[in-house]
């Protein structure tokens, strides 16, 4: 089992940066595919992006451009670099983890159901 802990969020004005941490802990390996979700008031969870063991990277469209996932493996921790940020950015992202066979993500990865083990979420909030 992998614990997950998000970290980074915070409230800045439309076009501005964040950038997320998720520490990992527990039974850390190389056999994750991780990503990072969000979910706004009154919506349900969406993918935001995945990434592979062998750092191949997946991402939703309406992030495409402005968002970029990453990991350093020494240090077991995710990121999420946001830039550009806009006002329908708003929402509480978690970092998702699941078990699959050599670490690599699979479309169902992009979706709730498809991982294991979240975070408890870390609030973005973006004003115009």
């Known amino acids: 089992q992998v614990q997950l802990e998000e970290s980074g969020g915070g409230s800045v004005q439309a076009g501005g940066s964040l950038r997320l941490s998720c520490a990992a802990s527990?039974?850390?390996?190389?056999?994750?595919?991780m990503g990072w979700f969000r979910q706004a008031p009154g919506k349900e969870r969406e993918g935001v992006a995945t990434?592979?063991?062998?750092?191949?990277?997946t991402y939703a469209d309406s992030v495409k451009g402005r968002f970029t996932i990453s990991k350093d493996n020494a240090k077991n921790t995710l990121y999420l670099q946001m830039n550009s940020l806009k006002p329908v950015d708003t929402a509480m992202y978690y970092c998702?983890?699941?078990?699959?066979?050599?670490?690599?993500?699979?479309?169902?990865?992009?979706?709730?159901?498809?991982?294991?083990?979240w975070g408890r979420g870390t609030l973005v909030t973006i004003s115009s």
């Open positions: 990434i592979d063991s062998d750092g191949s990277t």
């Open positions: 998702a983890a699941t078990l699959t066979v050599g670490g690599y993500c699979y479309p169902a990865n992009m979706y709730y159901y498809g991982m294991q083990y």
């Open positions: 527990g039974r850390t390996n190389n056999e994750y595919c």
